[in-house]
């Protein structure tokens, strides 16, 4: 009587147990750097954790923009994303340091204040319910658009996009005397081709990945931020790993962001030079007019400082690592 019974229990006891099934959602395009990335760590995880883990993914925009992301990742219907900075605010105040206005004068400089800043957004993403798993730059944003811009003058009555809900760069182009155009990333393409749109701040990998470049026809030689992507998961879900899963996840997917940086400063310079191959002109400001935007930035950290937007001791962390190398 009790065999069969027996029989039934050894058999569910030997079944392998169901993986764990991590949904984590990015902008990043299929067959992206990006997504070749993201892929190789996943199946990194997979082997790792002999199947405990199965990591899937959601990209080009499919599960809606970052605030959709962030509000399934609360809501458990999502575990992680890839996300921007200026939406990661809203969870993390501190979120945007890195690309906090001409705070970063090359690529060196980034990987000086990284190293000593990273662990400090770690510790600030956990203490809000987040995991970070890896940051990763985008590259340098330069303002690109159908017309020269060498003077204040020359800025009058452009049309400028800028990202929806990017808080600090529509503080920083009105500060700089320019009422720009927040739409969402999806809509730029569109806009650039009817008109409503003749102006972008965005990097050269990026202009050319969303051919915004057949519209443009000049680059202002200034870097005005340094763009990131942040990999986050929900604590909840982090939490549900075991420790051994959980170092193979965060080995994985840190050996993947710092592939991505090397890649994507890589990329950058090249797509640059393409850009200027293709007949895009740059245009190099008067030492003046240069000091004039950056004015406008420097009054923007000032303002978010003031308000508390941005805690002291981020932005001290920041500072000291700069002046350790001799950064002013």
Request: hydrophobic share 45%.
């Amino acid at each position: 009587m009790f065999r069969p019974l027996l029989v039934c229990l050894l058999l569910v006891l030997s079944l392998p147990a169901a993986a764990q099934a991590i949904k984590i959602a990015t902008l990043a395009p299929e067959g992206s750097a990006w997504m070749r990335e993201l892929r190789t760590a996943a199946a990194e995880v997979g082997q790792g954790t002999d199947g405990r883990v199965q990591v899937k993914f959601y990209p080009g925009g499919v599960m809606g923009n970052d605030a959709v992301v962030l509000r399934k990742m609360r809501l458990g219907q999502l575990q992680g994303g890839v996300l921007t900075a200026s939406e990661l605010s809203l969870v993390y105040p501190d979120a945007p340091v890195y690309s906090l206005p001409f705070l970063f004068d090359d690529w060196d400089d980034v990987e000086r204040v990284r190293r000593a800043v990273d662990p400090l957004l770690a510790k600030g993403f956990e203490e809000r319910g987040l995991r970070m798993l890896g940051v990763s730059g985008v590259g340098f944003a330069y303002l690109m658009g159908d017309r020269p811009l060498r003077s204040r003058a020359d800025v009058d009555g452009i049309k400028l996009w800028v990202p929806q809900n990017d808080v600090v760069a529509i503080r920083t182009f009105e500060a700089a005397g320019i009422s720009p155009i927040p739409l969402p990333i999806g809509d730029v393409f569109t806009s650039l081709q009817t008109g409503m749109v003749d102006t972008v701040a965005n990097t050269p990998s990026g202009a050319i990945a969303l051919q915004w470049h057949g519209k443009l026809k000049h680059i202002v030689d200034l870097p005005l931020t340094f763009v990131v992507g942040y990999l986050v998961l929900d604590e909840k879900a982090w939490k549900r790993l075991s420790p051994a899963d959980q170092q193979v996840f965060a080995k994985a997917f840190g050996e993947a962001a710092a592939r991505m940086d090397a890649t994507v400063r890589r990329d950058n310079l090249a797509a640059l030079e393409a850009l200027k191959k293709q007949g895009l002109g740059m245009t190099t400001l008067t030492p003046d007019e240069a000091a004039r935007w950056r004015a406008a930035g420097e009054k923007v950290i000032a303002d978010m400082e003031a308000k508390g937007e941005l805690s002291a001791g981020m932005m001290a962390a920041v500072r000291k690592a700069q002046a350790a190398d001799g950064t002013p």
